[in-house]
Each structure stands twice: as C-alpha cells, then as structure tokens.
C-alpha cells in the first residue's frame, strides 16, 4: 500500500528531510567504499613492529600518501623519534637480522620427504670416500691423476678437493649445511666430467662415455636434487632450521 504524500509546508519539509537522508546515506557508502579501496596493505616493518609490540611514528606526508593509496611504508617513512625507549632497539634488532633469518631459512629449511636421506646416503657416501682415497692413493686417485689429466698445480689441488669431498660429503651425511655443501660437490662433478669425460666422447664415441660417466653422472644430479629441495626432516638442518614468521591477518 503506498502511503500517501503529504500536501502544504509540512509535506515539502518531510520530502526535504527524505532527500537530507539519502544524500548523507549515498555519500557515507561512498566514503566507505573508497576507505575500501585505498586499505594500506600490512608491510614487513609494520608486522616487525606488531611482533616486538610497538607501533612505528609516521613522517608527515605519510597520511597524505595513505590517502592517496600509496602505501606508506615502501617510501621508507616508517621511523622512529629520538628518545623513544628501548623497545626501539628490538624494533631495529629484527630488522636487521630479518636477512638472516631468511638466508638461514633458506640453508637449512626444507620441504623435501623422509626418503631424501637415502639421497643423502648415497653422494655423501661416495664423495667421502673418494676423498679419503686421494690421501691414502695419492698417486692414482689424487695428486698424481691430477697431473696425468693436465690440470694445474696438481701437488696443491689434489689435496685441496680431497679435502673438500671429505668435508661436504661428511655435511651431506649429517644433514648439516646440506644446500651450501652441495654447491662445492656440483663444481667437483662439473670439472670432472669436462676434463676427463669429454675427451672420452671425442675419442671413443658416446657410449663409452656414458658407461664411464655413469658414477659422476649420478653424483651430479644428486647434488643437484639436495640443492634443490633440501636435507628433508631426517637431518640436522630440521632441528636448527628457523620457525617460520607469523603470518599476515587476512
């Protein structure tokens, strides 16, 4: 049923009143849709400064900037007045060990399965054996191979790899250091195949390269995969890797 419209003043004020209303109504939606849309997003130093409790100070033309839909802090004005209490330092103590927790997280973080460790068995095994052999058989697994192959100052670079194949491959058993490890042990293999195993190809043909090569093949890609992915939960990198940080609020 349609109420019916008042006539007269008494009428013409109410529809005036009606008209006040939906004007204030339509103009607070819009106000809240652009509060909607200009949201400043959660940034790093803002969450660093929610976890040690403190709130950061904004230059002046950080609420200008806001108001904009700029965010405030990629402009880096997120700063802190002189004489603020101690907090402040726990505030800048995060922010500068933010890089290394993530460069520890990446060393030692790992999303691979339990399986992973008889990878791990398998090149850390091999490059730690071979590389007590080039002490113990220096002649014909280090120093002299060395200088039979052609490479340069083989009296200091066979002790020198047997060396780094004992260390890496002692970490990779453990599960310790396991990504940074691998990188010594993918250079080892690359220099391998391409000074001895090349030659091959060329001289006898493809086949009796891939039979020779098939050790240093296998140790390559396997470095490669514990580069990749990781030590897995089986090792000393799951106990001492960082928790992760706590996430936005969505």
């Known amino acids: ?149 052609g490479l340069p100052a083989p009296d200091v670079l066979g002790p020198l790899v047997g060396a780094t194949e004992i260390l890496c491959g002692s970490l990779v058993l453990l599960g310790l250091a396991t990504r940074l490890a691998a990188m010594p042990l993918i250079a080892t293999m690359l220099v391998a195949i391409t000074t001895t195993k090349i030659p091959i190809l060329v001289q006898r043909g493809f086949w009796a390269m891939a039979h020779d090569s098939r050790t240093d093949w296998s140790m390559l890609l396997g470095a490669l995969f514990l580069l990749i992915v990781g030590a897995g939960p089986l090792a000393l990198d799951a106990r001492i890797a960082p928790p992760e940080g706590p996430r936005s609020p969505r």
């Open 1 to 149: 049923m349609v109420r019916p419209t008042p006539r007269g003043a008494a009428g013409s004020d109410l529809e005036a009143r009606r008209l006040k209303e939906r004007r204030l109504d339509c103009r607070s939606a819009r106000r809240s849709r652009e509060r909607q849309h200009t949201k400043e997003p959660v940034t790093v130093h803002k969450k660093i400064a929610r976890d040690v409790r403190w709130r950061p100070v904004l230059t002046p033309g950080a609420g200008r900037r806001r108001a904009r839909g700029a965010t405030a802090g990629r402009t880096g004005s997120t700063l802190w007045r002189p004489g603020m209490p101690s907090g402040v330092l726990g505030y800048h103590a995060a922010m500068n060990t933010a890089p290394r927790q993530n460069l520890l997280r990446w060393i030692t973080g790992t999303r691979a399965p339990a399986p992973t460790v008889l990878i791990r068995l398998a090149v850390g095994s091999v490059f730690l054996s071979e590389g007590i052999q080039k002490f113990l058989f220096a002649a014909e697994r280090g120093a002299g191979r060395f200088a039979r192959i």
